[in-house]
T-cell receptor
Framework: QQPVQSPQAVILREGEDAVINCSSS?????VHWYRQKHGEAPVFLMI?????EQKGHEKISASFNEKKQQSSLYLTASQLSYSGTYFC????????FGTGTSLTVIP | EAQVTQNPRYLITVTGKKLTVTCSQN?????MSWYRQDPGLGLRQIYY???????DKGDVPEGYKVSRKEKRNFPLILESPSPNQTSLYFC????????????FGQGTRLTVV
């Protein structure tokens, strides 16, 4: 039931782009994305709703394919502050977090 | 300030000694939940609650209990902790509905020896 994320880990140089994927076996009504710095609580990035509406407040974009039950997070021109573990959260009948993707941005 | 408060932040205890981790939110959220985080396994839901006196099991409820007597509080109880419950625990809350973000507590790092 837990959504599967890929890749599990990625290392980028500053300025490079990355895509993180989230795939669910259950029907989705919305997808959330969170970022967690080491030892800290996850912090909200954005929500994607069925029908295309997107709510967020950072310079990060995402897509949500309802038919395929997948979402992707796009980080462009990465900065050192983007480092952390990214989780998708899928909302069906219950809220599930994905397996996580560790992203490290190096100078 | 809107927040979810967990206590304690760190706890070391012995096998079998009952403990409670408290969680309180000040945003009038209906939905509250507990997660454990272990390396490589992401955040796994232990229990959740959609409102006062309404609780349900998540994916890994064995060995845990919860209660929701008041809207703001959602304590996690370990009646007889075991070493395999050593983990990082997070409480989260949100409004019900698809388009609402979850707010997390700062986490409780529990070690059971």
């Amino acid at each position: 039931q837990q959504p599967v994320q890929s890749p599990q880990a990625v290392i980028l140089r500053e300025g490079e782009d990355a895509v993180i994927n989230c795939s669910s076996s259950k029907a989705l009504y919305s997808v959330h994305w969170y970022r967690q710095k080491h030892g800290e609580a996850p912090v909200f990035l954005m929500i994607l709703l069925k029908g295309g509406e997107q709510k967020g407040h950072e310079k990060i974009s995402a897509s949500f394919n309802e038919k395929k039950q997948q979402s992707s997070l796009y980080l462009t021109a990465s900065q050192l502050s983007y480092s952390g573990t990214y989780f998708c959260g899928t909302v069906g009948n219950q809220f599930y977090f994905g397996t996580g993707t560790s992203l490290t941005v190096i100078p | 300030e809107a927040q979810v408060t967990q206590n304690p932040r760190y706890l070391i205890t012995v096998t079998g000694k009952k403990l409670t981790v408290t969680c309180s939110q000040n945003m009038n959220h209906e939905y509250m939940s507990w997660y454990r985080q272990d390396p490589g396994l992401g955040l796994r839901q232990i229990y959740y609650s959609m409102n006062v006196e309404v609780t349900d099991k998540g994916d890994v409820p064995e060995g845990y209990k919860v209660s929701r007597k008041e809207k703001r509080n959602f304590p996690l109880i370990l009646e007889s902790p075991s070493p395999n419950q050593t983990s990082l625990y997070f409480c989260a809350s949100s409004f019900l509905g698809q388009g609402t973000e979850a707010f997390f507590g700062q986490g409780t790092r529990l070690t059971v020896v």
